[in-house]
């Protein structure tokens, strides 16, 4: 059997010029390949078991050593770090991460970018990810489970038109942040997604790890809606300088979490741009309630199953 040792599964640092957020998730492992490159069916099932079976670094004091400064730590009861800095305190890469014991916590190689991440274009894209540029059927549970645990990241599918419209954003300029309600256990092979199918890089914002039983029997942790709000906003306020574009698509939360973001910020929000997947009349309802206010507060919205490359935002 594989000693279990701690490793940094996941890791982000992006400044605005005066302040710095880093964020990561430190767990332990035995699992040596977190490549998701060239896997069987079954070695992908039993890669993703093992994600979820993994043992966090549960509040516990941790350093991060940057080319040119270091931060002290804390991880919270979930393994994740999340913690801002003066951009003076840290530059360059994330050189190693150690724990209290001054043990260093084992880099994944290729797994993530440690430079820290200078945001100067003046639009950002906030994207979702599942059934927004991923086909994940995330309102089919069975379907959506088969897709996840036994289809290799090869052969997931991008949903190809959301796909290149980030692409025509950020050709223009515009930097992309992707945030997610799939859990910290899905990072690598959503990173390795991402990267196949030359996705735009960018942060990668997700819900904390789970418990495979908290994914069987489909509990919410945490309360709903609750990451993707409070992240929303973290950043909407880290960067009030700038323009955003949010992107997502109906199966979920995000019509009334984007709506709700663009008339708290109308003066950063731009467009929300959504993708009909499904046919609810609860939001075209909201939507129709919503669109003329947000038109008068300066917002673009495009709600349809299908969105041209030319779109003119």
């Given amino acids: 059997m594989a000693v279990k040792i701690p490793i940094l599964l996941s890791f982000y640092a992006l400044s605005n010029g005066t302040t710095t957020l880093s964020f990561g998730q430190v767990t332990y492992t035995g699992i040596n390949d977190l490549s998701f490159v060239e896997y069987s069916r079954r070695k992908t099932f039993r890669t993703l078991m093992k994600l979820y079976r993994t043992r966090a670094y549960s509040n516990e004091k941790i350093v991060l050593v940057f080319t040119n400064g270091r931060i002290d730590a804390e991880t919270n009861r979930h393994g994740a770090f999340y913690l801002k800095a003066s951009s003076n305190e840290v530059e360059g890469k994330l050189e190693k991460v150690l724990m209290k014991s001054g043990e260093e916590v084992r880099m994944m190689k290729g797994l993530y970018d440690p430079l820290v991440h200078h945001i100067e274009g003046d639009t950002i894209v906030i994207s979702d990810i599942d059934d927004t540029l991923v086909h994940s059927f995330i309102s089919d549970k069975l379907l959506k489970f088969r897709t996840l645990m036994f289809t290799t ?74 990451h993707k709000v409070t992240t929303l906003e973290e950043i909407l306020t880290l960067f009030p300088e700038k323009k955003f574009i949010l992107m997502g698509d109906n199966t979920q939360q995000d019509v009334p979490i984007y709506i709700s973001a663009a008339e708290k910020y109308s003066e950063s929000v ?44």
Avoid: C
């Avoid at 992707?178 to 859990?183: D, F, I, K, P, V």
């Avoid at 899905?186 to 196949?196: S, T, V």
């Fill in 153 to 226: 990241m090869e052969k997931r599918k991008a949903v190809v038109g959301m796909m290149e419209l980030l692409r025509t954003f950020t050709s223009k300029g515009a930097i992309p942040i992707y945030l997610s309600n799939s859990e910290q256990n899905l990072y690598p092979l959503i990173y390795r997604f991402l990267l196949h199918n030359k996705f735009p890089k960018g942060p990668l914002f997700l819900k904390q790890m789970r418990k495979l039983w908290d994914v069987i029997l489909n509990v919410k942790i945490p309360p709903k809606n609750t």
């Fill in 270 to 313: 731009q467009y929300i741009i959504i993708r009909k997947v499904l046919a609810k009349k609860a939001d075209e309802a909201l939507i129709a309630k919503e669109i003329e206010k947000l038109g008068k507060l300066g917002v673009g919205f495009y709600y349809s199953d299908q969105f041209p490359r030319e779109l003119g935002v």
